[in-house]
């Protein structure tokens, strides 16, 4: 069961996994791991791959520790970010294989147009926000930091920058539509 997240330093974690201490990769495991495989499965859609990204994910993760960096972002959202970047990888190396049937050519380039079309429908989305809320949720879900870090780094008060995060993606999401 994962710990209570208040209680549990993944920095700490990071740092005892750099130090090759295979518990602290078990905690990290423990307490992330089926978060993580959600968001893997939420960009293949596909259970099998999300749980090999998730594999790879902790390899990375035990493999770079040492130069995690916590100037960069909090070291939860760095775990988040290196899971990400497997799937998206993943799904554009997909995307260059070459296809094998005329079938699957037409599925592969129909795959392409909808994330192309859903990409620019999202970079569209984040241009209605204003910049400072735009900047919030950038902070938050593709740099990894903490409400309280956005907080300091914008020096603008941690129940604004709250309310300005759960406004945009609500904003996000009917523009999504």
Avoid at 24 to 32: F, G, K, P
Avoid at 106 to 130: N, V, Y
Wanted: net charge neutral; charged share 25%.
């Amino acid at each position: 069961m994962p710990l209570a997240e208040s209680v549990f330093d993944y920095e700490a974690r990071l740092a005892a996994c750099a130090r090759g201490e295979r518990s602290a990769l078990r905690d990290l495991y423990v307490q992330e791991g089926p978060r993580l495989l959600g968001v893997a499965k939420r960009l293949v859609r596909d259970t099998a791959l999300a749980e090999d990204i998730v594999h790879e994910a902790f390899i990375k993760i035990w493999n770079g520790a040492a130069g995690f960096d916590p100037a960069r972002g909090s070291a939860r959202g760095w775990m988040f970010s290196v899971t990400r970047h497997l799937a998206l990888n993943l799904l554009r190396n997909q995307g260059r294989e070459t296809p094998f049937s005329e079938a699957h050519e037409t599925a592969a380039d129909d795959a392409s147009f909808e994330a192309h079309a859903h990409s620019a429908r999202i970079h569209h989305c984040l241009e209605q926000l204003e910049p400072q809320r735009r900047s919030c949720v950038l902070h938050a879900y593709v740099d990894g930091y903490s409400h309280a870090q956005i907080a300091a780094r914008l020096d603008t008060p941690l129940g604004t920058v709250k309310a300005w995060i759960k406004r945009s993606l609500n904003a996000l999401r009917e523009c999504m539509g």
